[in-house]
């Protein structure tokens, strides 16, 4: 009975505090997979598969270190200090939300905790573009062992106007939110990004902490023996 509650102890103690000093993950995004919106004659439609550099996607990722929550978003190419296009990422942890956007050289951000009885906020994350990147750092609220990762990127012709002509980029592609309706010549909307995955992160992590934390308690084990 000892044996096992130090075996126990052990694992509890390694997964705790590996989680809690860093994680991270990310969602890969392939290049010339931009959602564009056309006007012909007067009607609209969506292709997938369009090439448009600056709002096109590479990737998106997280990565906790200690007290700290760092968001990216990296595009092929550079990220545009433009008012026609729009950055944005957003992350659900288990007790918290965070998110950023960055729209004509200004960075806006916020992470919020959602468990009952929270009520702790990041009002002021630094958010900052720089080459192909978007960084935005936040103070760690709460518990981040469950991830809900995605981000995407619009570039408009007029502002916000999306009768108009404009491209959009998701990641995962799961979240490009006219996925699966038609167009108006009666073709399904479809991506060009490969089929949604459902879970759109880095796998493992939790996992390999695990099975490392196993192995020690093991070793610790026979060494009592
Ligand atoms: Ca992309």
Partial sequence: MKKYLIF????MLLVFS???VNAEGSVDDGADDVFHHYVSAGTGGWEGSATRTNIDIKEVSYAVDGAQLTLTLKVYGNI????NIYYWVSYNSTDAYYWFSWHDSNGTGLAMSTDVGGGLF???PTITASGDTIEGVFNVLGDTSNQVLYGYAHEYSEYGDTTKEWWADYAPGSYFPFIGLVNEDGTPISGGDTPPSGSGGTPGFELLTLVAAITIAIIILRKRK
């Fill in 8 to 11: 126990l102890g052990a694992i």
């Fill in 122 to 124: 990041d009002y002021n």
């Fill in 80 to 83: 545009q200090n433009s008012e």
């Fill in 18 to 20: 590996a989680n809690v």
